[in-house]
């Protein structure tokens, strides 16, 4: 697993949290939006990796 592609995915997390926190102190909606949104492409990442582990794992 690419730890570079796993600390990619981290960093789009937090960015998407920070941006969720931003759009419930402004009331934002749009930044909330896109601050889950992130945060789902984060989760999408990491869920990418751990197939390519899995199957890294599986062949070896």
């Known amino acids: ?9 981290t960093a789009k997390n937090v960015e998407g949290k ?4 931003l759009g419930n102190v402004t009331g934002d909606p749009e930044d909330k939006i896109e601050g889950k949104t ?10 990418t990796e751990d197939m390519k582990d899995n199957v890294k794992e599986k062949l070896d």
Do not use: D
């Not at 697993?1 to 995915?9: D, F, G, I, N, P």
């Not at 920070?18 to 926190?21: D, L």
């Not at 992130?38 to 999408?44: D, L, P, R, W």
């Open 38 to 47: 992130k945060q789902g492409e984060s989760q999408v990442r990491h869920a």
């Open 1 to 9: 697993m690419s730890l570079e592609e796993r600390a990619k995915a």
């Open 18 to 21: 920070a941006q969720e926190a």
